[in-house]
């Protein structure tokens, strides 16, 4: 459920009347499966799909009632590597990779939904080095296959993220998470950078238009410390665009998230993964507790304009409260505000 507080006549102007969002909907039903085939050394199956036919699409640019998540094949390796083969998300950015179910807000910051894909079609090799306090994988991706066209009119990408485990209390009580991501793409398709204020119901509030390049080269530095009920990460996303007759532009973004458990719970670090686990539940109400209470805050800021591109530039301030009563279930209040300058207009 969402309504838009105070839409004043400048953003409407550059966004149009948001009255219409307002409201609720389903935001989607997903089901699924993951299993094992039981070779010496099993292969991981893992497949997805999600409906939202109730209201509309559930991909981000379909109209599409139905839609597979998630297909792909784990393939062991040795030295505790693994082969990953299907549609996945692509290995870069803590942000992006973890579920959204695990976030301290109900949607990810803009910069991560404009300048990086949910998902992909590809290979990835990722594994873990120094006693698990480094991980590192590596893909290629061209959604040829998802898309029903021929493999050479998609555009290939090259995606690589490398983290590490700096410092580390005895206990794991008290770490700090440092990363580092590459993605490139050769543009076949051209390129586009849009997204939503933070909000699914919601038109784009920035949006470059498509328009060709020849390539272009993304960066992402992260880091995240966790210190019992405590976590705080930051994020950094640059998009390095070769287009001559765009003026090359550069399009960038960060974000800066605090979290604070005040029941005391502290989420667990996955070390295969080098992401933050979900809120753990230590006294759910089906065992005579109240549940985890997590108060969360946000600042992004992401700017699409540069060059002959004027796709707009947004901050946005986010607050929120979950309630977990169990592992399996969670109600959340979120607030934005939200300062959009674009088309010469703030």
């Not at 590597?81 to 990810?108: D, N, T, V």
């Not at 005895?170 to 998470?177: I, K, M, R």
């Not at 470059?208 to 990460?233: I, N």
């Not at 667990?268 to 108060?295: F, H």
Request: proline share 5%; glycine share 10%.
């Amino acid at each position: 459920r969402q309504d838009w507080l105070s839409p004043d006549n400048d953003v409407e102007q550059q966004v149009g009347d948001l009255d219409e969002f307002d409201g609720g909907e389903i935001r989607g039903l997903r089901f699924g499966a993951v299993g094992t085939f039981n070779f010496k050394r099993p292969w991981v199956y893992t497949v997805f799909a999600a409906t939202n036919a109730f209201d509309r699409g559930f991909g981000v640019t379909t109209t599409d009632e139905f839609d597979f998540l998630d297909y792909r094949i784990d393939i062991p390796l040795r030295k505790g590597s693994a082969l990953s083969i299907g549609k996945q998300k692509e290995p870069i950015s803590m942000e992006r990779i973890m579920s959204l179910a695990f976030e301290p807000m109900q949607e990810r910051a803009s910069v991560s939904d404009a300048l990086l894909p949910s998902r992909n079609v590809g290979i990835v090799l990722n594994g873990t080095l120094a006693g698990q306090r480094v991980t590192h994988a590596f893909g290629v991706f061209n959604d040829w296959f998802d898309a029903d066209e021929d493999f050479d009119n998609g555009a290939t990408q090259w995606v690589g993220r490398v983290t590490g485990l700096p410092l580390k209390s005895e206990d794991e009580s008290a770490l700090l998470h440092l990363g580092f991501g590459l993605r490139r793409t050769d543009a076949k398709a051209g390129l586009r950078f849009r997204t939503e204020p933070e909000f699914n119901m919601s038109p784009d509030f920035v949006d470059t238009g498509l328009f060709e390049a020849d390539s272009a080269m993304t960066y992402s530095f992260e880091v995240s410390a966790r210190k019992g009920p405590v976590w705080l990460a930051g994020e950094y996303l640059q998009t390095d665009v070769s287009a001559p007759a765009q003026g090359d532009p550069t399009f960038a973004g960060y974000h800066a998230t605090a979290s604070w458990i005040p029941t005391g719970e502290m989420r667990k670090y996955n070390k295969r993964g080098g992401t933050l686990g979900p809120v753990p539940v230590a006294r759910p109400v089906n065992r005579g507790g109240w549940g985890t209470w997590e108060l969360g805050a946000r600042w992004s800021d992401l700017d699409l304009t540069d060059g002959a591109i004027d796709g707009g530039e947004m901050q946005v301030l986010s607050l929120g409260v979950s309630w977990w009563p169990t592992p399996w279930a969670a109600f959340s209040v979120n607030y934005r505000d939200i300062t959009l300058d674009r088309c010469d207009t703030t």
